[in-house]
């Protein structure tokens, strides 16, 4: 006789499910979109047993859905995974003082290009016009920036595990935040294993978020003022002011005695209804051992450690919420970390899966995705928008949750206005019936909806028509009551919206021009300048193709027009500026854009040297909506790129050129190995070039 473990009820509370529960194969069907989503939390004498237990159920339910999958040798799990990349005399007025810093900075400068103003993002490049911190291979490394004929390093520091990137304030607060590996009970991997390095363990390997402070008042001597060890993956951060929001993810690990396919035995995977058996009793083991485990099992304490001392970091069941709509199993948690007051971490969490994340000077959105744990004809993906508060310095606060229709393609998609409403264009996804495919195919559409917030709930008060079918969105921007989406599949239009009215969003005007852009950034009201990829129009060869930027005037909404393009480089080459904002920079004080640019020359050999076809630098252009887009010549760091050749390169480690800082009339290219400064009169005269020591992967 076999027991069912299955708690049904529980388990239809947790996820909001309808139907039977039964033993063996039998799971609930797929639940629909759930349009009044909220987050409910885990309060009252029972909040840690109820959190427990809605953990497990939704742990089952991913178990068993996993495993279903199995029966007709399928396998794998069943998402909504929609396809988707000379003369110095000026600089040397100011010379650096005794704690690094130069006694004057340039008069203008650039920095991290941020989504909305007073908004930061972290990055692995920040400086402050005469500093530049870069993140290299396992390496805090500082360097005096100003003048630009000083440019060298003053100090670095070894950070554990593998850094991600950082925020540097206005008090000397550098805070790191790297990837590590932490011995917890349910994640054995390496416990007692002296092979598992630090970069290992952090890059390859990792299951804990390390904020690491440090005072860097003294560039050459950087001091870590604290440490903090949260369970997770990192996802996402803002700072505003003396406040850093860190988004933490984790998938939650299954107990290592959980098995994934029966015992082998002659004949099992040929006799279909024998499987089957074997997988149902699997299943109900699994549950078992699912259950066994302690809330502590699946929520490990996290840790701080100030001046040596060592404090254990307990968690609050009541700061945990669970969601009534499908999602797969995961924890999504809103760390606070307050410089002024920096020796606890304040967290929110929601058993959830993460997504994107918006952040005005007021509000954070984590975006999650509608889980269609079974596909079929029919279902129409879903994304799911969860309000914070983060007014409040030390902790968030949920605030309300909502839906729309669709998924949507990076942070780009969402913005709130200076009323609260909150605006998303999304691609909806629609799975529809194929003779040819048991499980239906996607048709695609796009739509721009706005919410509004009502009694703890997000609303959508106004919707667009929808928009070119069968593509699919590959960028927006949002600019006051404007909007702007790029949609692409054979050609590139470009949409306009007028969002005066919440209620009504309207698209007022299309421009149709070959291939599409990638990122959308505002120069003024009236013109956008984007970056993306040229494909002609009804295109045969792929090498046709190039990098483009692109000046549109949108100061007619109702008709915008492509104004200036340049091509640069062929079809072998890529910005890193094409799917990462933070290594677009725009200098609006010098009219300057600068992008990394690689690029690899076919056809041209050197006897004997293998990196002679590949180009690495910073193309420089000068962007003026009058007279168009005019190269100002490249840093290249070819030299510093060729020494280390493939044998120095890893995934975590590249010496190509990657970010770049502007101020006054110099240029500084960044890469893994090191920064290059040059004359924006005479890019190809570097006037000082700093190399980073490569650590040796251990």
Known sequence: MRICLWRAAALASAIGAVGLYGCGSNIPQPQAVQNRVTLQSFSGPSSCADLEQYIEDTAVLDMRTRMEAMKDGSGGWWGWDVARGGDTSEAMAGAPAADGKASSGPSAYTTTNTQVAGVDEADFVKNDGTRIFVLSGQNLFLSRSWPASQLSLAGQLKIEGWPREMFLDEKDHVVIFSQVWEPYALDQRFAGASACSPMYCGYYYSNTVKMTVVDVS?????????????????????????????????????????????????????????????????????????????????????????????????????????????????????????????????????????????????????????????????????????????????????????????????????????????????????????????????????????????????????????????????????????????????????????????????????LKVPGFSSYIHPIDQDHLLTIGTYIPENNTDWRARALQLTIFDVSDLSSPKQKFVQLVGTAYSWSEAQYEHKAFNYFPEKKLLAIPFFDWKYGTTSSGDYWYSFVSDLRVYGIDTASGITPKGAVSMKDVYQVFNDYGWSYYWQPMVRRSVMADQYVYAISDAGIRVADISNLSSPIATVKFTKSAEK
């Open 218 to 510: 003294d560039l050459s001597l950087p001091k870590v003022t604290h440490e903090f060890y949260l369970p997770g993956s990192y996802s996402n951060s803002r700072r505003i002011g003396s406040s850093i929001r860190l988004v933490l993810s984790d998938q939650f690990l299954f107990p290592a005695d959980v098995r994934w396919w029966p015992e082998y035995s002659e004949g099992l995977y040929e006799d279909k209804g024998r499987l089957s058996r074997a997988i149902d009793e699997l299943m109900v083991e699994n549950e078992k051992k699912i259950r066994a485990h302690a809330l502590a099992d699946w929520l490990p304490e996290s840790r701080s450690l100030v001046g040596g001392t060592e404090t254990k970091i307990g968690y609050d069941c009541s700061s945990f919420y669970k969601t009534n709509a499908p999602t797969k199993l995961g924890l999504v948690t809103v760390a606070t970390l307050n410089l002024d007051r920096p020796e606890q971490v304040g967290r929110t969490s929601v058993v959830a899966e993460s997504g994107e994340i918006y952040a005005s000077t007021s509000s954070l959105y984590v975006a999650n995705r509608h889980w269609w744990w079974w596909p079929q004809p029919g279902q129409t993906d879903a994304t799911y928008i969860h309000k914070f508060d983060i007014t409040n310095p030390d902790q968030a606060a949920y605030v309300a949750s909502g839906q729309v229709d669709g998924h949507i393609v990076d942070q780009f998609s969402m913005d709130e206005d200076q009323n609260g409403y909150f605006r998303i264009a999304t691609t909806i996804a629609r799975r529809v019936n194929d003779p040819f495919n048991r499980w239906g195919r996607l048709e695609t559409t796009n739509l721009l909806q706005v919410l509004g917030e009502d009694s703890g709930s997000l609303k959508v008060v106004g919707k667009s028509p929808e928009l070119a079918k069968g593509e699919r969105i590959f960028s927006s921007r949002f600019v006051g009551d404007k909007g702007y989406v790029v949609t692409f599949r054979q050609i590139d239009p470009l949409f306009t919206f007028d969002l005066s009215d919440p209620t009504q969003p309207k698209p007022v005007g299309e």
